[in-house]
């Protein structure tokens, strides 16, 4: 009989020859995803390592020790950034991320003195599932678009990134990103398609190129909305890692100090100029596969992610990916999270067949991927934004007792 394989407790160190390669499983883990979001936003990749780093020391920090979670950048908010970057710059962009993470510290001082149940009165799955729809549709183009300035080079990285996640076990399997990113890139090099003058000119040590957040309510209303989709990810993954780790984290220390934490990482973060941090799934796998819940070793991936931010070289090689590599990895992680969205209506047992439900999806997923704006003296709120807000509004004001009316379906005709 197969000896089992040893669990590593939350509190426990390793010796350091153990705790090291370990720290770097998890390093690489979220790096590809950590890497992409400020690649496609326009802001800076070594700004977002250190604030990857940072944020994940901080919520170490705040949950007491006792949660072992990496927080990398988010994909919720890409659209929205992009959007206002081109509108009013990359710095109101990141005031509007600022914003976000404040909404997060405002959940958990709510949760810390009303409990949860609000929550699930806010944002049920069927308005939830239908934002995070939205938010990987709403990204396709960009994606399409990315791809399609050289779809070989994109096909190669998407192939290898699908073959990864589809058919790799064990820590292979949980770095498809990576692995897609690389094996596009070398794909890329061998087609004479990779510049390599940045980074014989960079530095080997160089401090980050931070940016600092410029008011804008505007932005504010655009992008800090999209933490009230993000908190329902995060109570999800919170709840993944307690059964895994076997503790009860939402009572110890407590859905509130998770949520402070990750709101806290994300306004250092926009401060810094980095994008905002949401725990990461990928090294929540990784705890999954090795048994090591330490959040020493998490704490180690951090420290590294630290470090190195301020290799100058590193992040030149970084912003030497092409573009269709990029947009190659895009295709696939776009389309999961509309999926994912898809997997939360399917598995939360919403049913379609009630009027409410259907009403609700519909004005989310047209308002969302159809790129509604509308003004509000000098606001505009479009997008996600919007979406979001008429899908929460809608949950709120429509009657619950429409579920219990059936939608007719009738061969060969619209619904009504």
């Not at 394989?5 to 720290?23: A, K, M, T, Y």
């Not at 976000?100 to 009303?114: E, I, K, M």
């Not at 949401?278 to 819940?293: H, S």
Request: aromatic share 8%; hydrophobic share 55%.
């Amino acid at each position: 009989m197969a000896k089992q394989q040893r669990i590593v407790d939350v509190h426990e160190r390793l010796p350091l020859g153990q705790s090291l390669p370990l720290s770097l499983q998890h390093l690489f883990a979220m790096f590809g995803a950590t890497v992409l979001v400020p690649f496609l936003t326009g802001l800076n990749p070594s700004v977002a390592l250190l604030t990857s780093g940072i944020g994940t020391l901080i919520y170490i920090i705040l949950t007491k020790g006792k949660i072992p979670g990496y927080l990398g950048s988010s994909f919720a908010f890409i659209g929205p950034i992009i959007a206002v970057s081109k509108s009013q710059g990359v710095g109101a962009a990141l005031f509007g991320c600022l914003l976000s993470g404040l909404v997060y510290v405002l959940v958990a001082v709510l949760v810390r003195y009303a409990g949860t149940r609000w929550i699930d009165r806010l944002l049920p799955p069927v308005v939830v599932g239908s934002i995070v729809i939205v938010i990987g549709l709403g990204l396709a183009g960009t994606a399409v678009d990315m791809a399609s300035k050289d779809w070989g080079v994109a096909s190669v990285a998407l192939l290898i990134a699908i073959i990864a996640s589809a058919f790799f076990r064990g820590f292979l399997g949980v770095i498809p990103i990576l692995l897609g990113i690389i094996g596009g890139y070398v794909f890329a090099l061998v087609q004479g398609l990779v510049d390599f003058a940045g980074v014989g000119s960079a530095a080997w040590f160089a401090a980050p190129a931070f940016t600092m957040p410029t008011v804008s309510w505007t932005a504010a209303i655009v992008i800090a909305p999209v933490a009230l989709v993000t908190i329902a990810e995060h109570i999800g993954h919170l709840m993944v890692t307690e059964n895994i780790v076997g503790r009860n984290l939402m009572k110890d220390p407590g859905l509130h100090r998770s949520m402070l934490g990750d709101g806290v990482a994300t306004g250092i973060a926009a401060l810094l100029g980095g994008p905002p941090s949401t725990t990461y799934g990928e090294n929540i796998g990784v705890m999954a596969i090795t048994r090591v819940y330490s959040v020493w070793v998490i704490g180690g991936a951090a420290v590294f992610a630290i470090l190195f931010s301020f290799i100058g070289k590193f992040s030149a090689l970084i912003s030497s990916i092409p573009v269709p590599v990029m947009g190659g990895i895009s295709l696939l992680l776009f389309g999961i999270i509309a999926s994912a969205g898809l997997r939360m209506l399917v598995e939360s047992g919403i049913n379609y067949n009630h009027k409410r439900n259907l009403i609700i999806s519909s004005v989310i997923l047209v308002l969302g991927v159809g790129g509604a704006k509308i003004h509000i003296g000098d606001l505009q709120i479009e997008g996600m934004a919007l979406a979001t807000f008429a899908g929460i509004l809608l949950n709120l004001v429509l009657p619950r007792g429409l579920n219990e009316e059936p939608v007719e379906v009738k061969s060969g005709s619209v619904l009504h």
